[in-house]
Each structure stands twice: as structure tokens, then as C-alpha cells.
């Protein structure tokens, strides 16, 4: 069996339920497969959640040369959007970058395009991964809000009753 096309049933499973209902033996079942076939590919159901996590962000692909060309603004801007378009195709695959950092060949190809364009601009290198980091990370916060996963939004609250309810009315009434 191809690597390919476990991943890509697992990444079925993932957009067709939540990233929860994908375990080795439904995949098994959904490919008319043993676990032991994949095991053969993948040591657990995490490593196969960090290859469809990736899948998702082999559809990043960027015109590399037009982004250079465009200045790194441009490049970050674009990034961003293409990073949210495959997630909100993907609804369900938000909830696992809350989780983990993705680390997969496709994401680090993403990184570290951006970075080198703007570290090409001048940016100092720590910089540069804070300029990259910001906007990923406001991209996954809004792909959470789209997502399907059931995270619960307001299961942390701070405990306000010491601090004096009557100096933080804005975040009494958020929650």
C-alpha cells in the first residue's frame, strides 16, 4: 500500500469527522486493510496526523520567484492567505496545530521561504522568525474559529474574584 494514499484517507477521515475520530483500526477499515499495514508506514497515530498536517500544507505551494519579486510584504501577505485558504479547506485540521508544531517537510519549506525573503530585506534573524511567527499564528487563530473540532473557546477563565471584578468589566463581560 502507498504512504500516499493512507495519507490521503486519513486526511478524509479528518475532513469528513475530526481529527479524533482517525485511529489506526478506522483507517485499517477504511482502506479494507490491517493495522499492521500501517504500522509498516507510520510507528503511531500521531506521526500520521503530522503527515496529513503536512499534506495540507503541501497545497502552500507559492510561486516562489513571484514572491520573491514582490517585496516582503507582499510575501508575507500571500503566505498567510494560502496557508488560510488550505486550512479553511481543511476545517478540522486547525484544531492539531493547536497541539503541535508543525515540523513536516512542507511547513519548513513554507518557513523557510518567508524567512530568507526577510532576512533578503534586511531583518535580523530573530526578527525575521517573529515576522513569520506573528501572522501564522494569527492565521491559525482564525482557522480555529472556522473549524469544526469542538474546541471549547471559553473552557479557561481567569478567576477574577481576587483580582476585583469591578476593574476588569471588559473581561467579565467577554466571557
Same mark, same amino acid.
Given at each position: 500500500?502507498?504512504?500516499?494514499?493512507?495519507?490521503?484517507?486519513?486526511?478524509?477521515?479528518?475532513?469528513?469527522?475530526?481529527?479524533?475520530?482517525?485511529?489506526?483500526?478506522?483507517?485499517?477499515?477504511? *482502506?479494507?486493510?490491517?493495522?499492521?499495514?500501517?504500522?509498516?508506514?507510520?510507528?503511531?497515530?500521531?506521526?500520521?496526523?503530522?503527515?496529513?498536517?503536512?499534506?495540507?500544507?503541501?497545497?502552500? $505551494?507559492?510561486? $516562489?520567484?513571484?514572491?520573491?519579486?514582490?517585496?516582503?510584504?507582499?510575501?508575507?501577505?500571500?503566505?498567510?492567505?494560502?496557508?488560510?485558504?488550505?486550512?479553511?479547506?481543511?476545517?478540522?485540521?486547525?484544531?492539531?496545530?493547536?497541539?503541535?508544531?508543525?515540523?513536516?517537510?512542507?511547513?519548513?519549506?513554507?518557513?523557510?521561504?518567508?524567512?530568507?525573503?526577510?532576512?533578503?530585506?534586511?531583518?535580523?534573524?530573530?526578527? $525575521?522568525?517573529?515576522?513569520?511567527?506573528?501572522?501564522?499564528?494569527?492565521? *491559525?487563530?482564525?482557522?480555529?474559529?472556522?473549524?469544526?473540532?469542538?474546541?471549547?473557546?471559553?473552557?479557561?477563565?481567569?478567576?477574577?474574584?481576587?483580582?476585583?471584578?469591578?476593574?476588569?468589566?471588559?473581561?467579565?463581560? $467577554?466571557?
Amino acid at each position: 500500500m502507498r504512504t500516499d494514499r493512507i495519507i490521503d484517507a486519513a486526511l478524509a477521515i479528518v475532513d469528513d469527522e475530526c481529527p479524533d475520530a482517525l485511529s489506526m483500526r478506522v483507517q485499517a477499515q477504511r *482502506l479494507d486493510s490491517g493495522t499492521a499495514t500501517l504500522y509498516r508506514h507510520f510507528a503511531n497515530r500521531g506521526e500520521l496526523l503530522a503527515r496529513v498536517v503536512d499534506r495540507v500544507f503541501s497545497e502552500v $505551494a507559492a510561486d $516562489a520567484q513571484r514572491l520573491d519579486a514582490s517585496g516582503w510584504q507582499e510575501a508575507c501577505r500571500v503566505t498567510a492567505k494560502m496557508m488560510f485558504d488550505a486550512l479553511r479547506r481543511h476545517r478540522n485540521v486547525a484544531a492539531l496545530l493547536v497541539e503541535r508544531v508543525p515540523g513536516g517537510p512542507n511547513m519548513m519549506a513554507i518557513r523557510e521561504h518567508v524567512i530568507s525573503v526577510l532576512l533578503d530585506n534586511g531583518f535580523a534573524p530573530e526578527l $525575521a522568525a517573529r515576522c513569520y511567527a506573528t501572522p501564522a499564528r494569527y492565521v *491559525l487563530g482564525f482557522s480555529i474559529q472556522l473549524s469544526d473540532a469542538g474546541i471549547e473557546y471559553g473552557a479557561v477563565q481567569p478567576d477574577l474574584q481576587y483580582l476585583g471584578v469591578d476593574r476588569y468589566p471588559a473581561t467579565v463581560g $467577554a466571557r
